[in-house]
């Protein structure tokens, strides 16, 4: 039997790739950026579009590579305003990102994996598993298509991009950082990487890569507890990423970068809501170059027995911080009656 070889995604050649296969071929060296301007500032989502190739170029360039494109599978609109897209990648996987509008912002909440593999006991993308990383062009077009979403439902572009959907970005890290550059190129969609922000739920020696690549946006850590025994409770990863590694990860990162740091935290009732636990984060806050603590609220998932806390002992958690100096902003769920809440992705419809 002999083996087909199997064809390349052509978004995955450089400019310089590109020419070098149009010279092989015989072929003028300006087709390589006619082509390149197709795939990245046209969009193009097959060769058929390319109406500027001879119809001969274009079968051969189907014949020779794929054009995988997402598409949008379905579209949930919550009452808060809130879009929640499902995207079906070319081999039929599903992954989900969000678009979240508010009067200042329109911010596209992506993923980085379909599923993920960490397990964190509070999220609903952790029971799913990981079935595979998202290639950067794919991530490219989740934000691509987030983009046209703002564009025909408010009339905004997107103002900003949070690595907080489905997956650990850190576990995908060439991916994420091409998607990123992909996303800032003038070709692509011009955002500064300053108005992006990665979250990880805590790869320390990822961190450090990211200190040394000197990355330009922002990070964030989701925490969830300020000390060991809670965070491995609900976060298995904190077994092999304990916070002293974080802690001295984080400090390599602000280091090398001067980049923000966040912290995420959320508030789990009768489990990291008590005044003990917010001087525990208190006394992490002060060992990071931390700029701010997002306080979440809880949005409940099926698979998990947590609950969100009463207003008043969030009230208490808050002040507590406040008191002792720690930048703190409750941030209230949007999109909850839809499941596109923080940790409620999981390609439910």
């Known amino acids: 039997m002999i083996e087909t070889q199997a064809k390349r995604n052509i978004r995955h050649l ?11 071929k015989g072929q003028p060296r300006f087709r390589a950026g006619q082509v390149y301007e197709w795939l990245w500032s046209k969009k193009a989502r097959s060769f058929s579009e390319m109406t500027n190739l001879s119809k001969d170029l274009r079968a051969e360039l189907e014949e020779t590579f ?38 200042d912002r329109q911010t596209a909440c992506v993923s980085s994996q379909i599923g993920c593999s960490l397990s964190c006991k509070f999220c609903a993308t952790g029971y799913m598993g990981r079935k595979r990383n998202l290639d950067f062009d794919e991530i490219y077009d989740e934000v691509a298509l987030l983009n046209q979403q703002a564009e025909v439902t408010y009339g905004k572009k997107l103002t900003n991009i949070v690595f907080m959907g489905m997956g650990e970005p850190l576990l995908n890290y060439k991916n994420v950082l091409a998607a990123i550059e992909r996303i800032g190129a003038p070709d692509g969609l011009g955002m500064s990487p300053r108005r992006v922000t990665v979250s990880t739920a805590g790869v320390a020696k990822m961190i450090r890569q990211l200190g040394d690549d000197q990355v330009r946006f922002k990070l964030a850590l989701s925490l969830h507890a300020a000390n ?84 008043d002992k969030i009230r208490q958690f808050m002040d507590h911080l406040t008191a002792n100096k720690v930048n703190a902003r409750l941030r209230r769920s949007r999109g909850k ?9 999981a390609n439910k419809a």
């Open 337 to 345: 009656d839809i499941d596109a809440a923080c940790g409620q992705l």
């Open 66 to 103: 794929v054009l995988p494109a997402l598409s949008v599978d379905t579209s949930q609109f919550s009452s808060d305003g809130t879009v929640k897209s499902r995207f079906r990648t070319a081999d039929g996987h599903l992954v989900e990102g969000v678009l979240i509008p508010t009067e």
């Open 14 to 24: 450089s400019p310089q790739e590109l020419e070098a296969y149009f010279q092989e």
């Open 228 to 311: 060991d025994k809670k965070r491995s409770e609900i976060m298995p990863i904190n077994d092999s990423n304990n916070l002293k590694a974080l802690v001295d990860a984080l400090n390599y990162f602000y280091k090398q970068t001067s980049g923000e740091v966040t912290f995420e935290y959320i508030l789990f009732d009768q489990f990291n809501d008590s005044l003990q636990d917010a001087d525990e984060l208190v006394k992490l806050f002060r060992k990071v170059p931390a700029d701010l603590v997002n306080i979440i609220e809880y949005n409940p998932i099926d698979a998990a027995r947590f609950s969100k806390p009463s207003e």
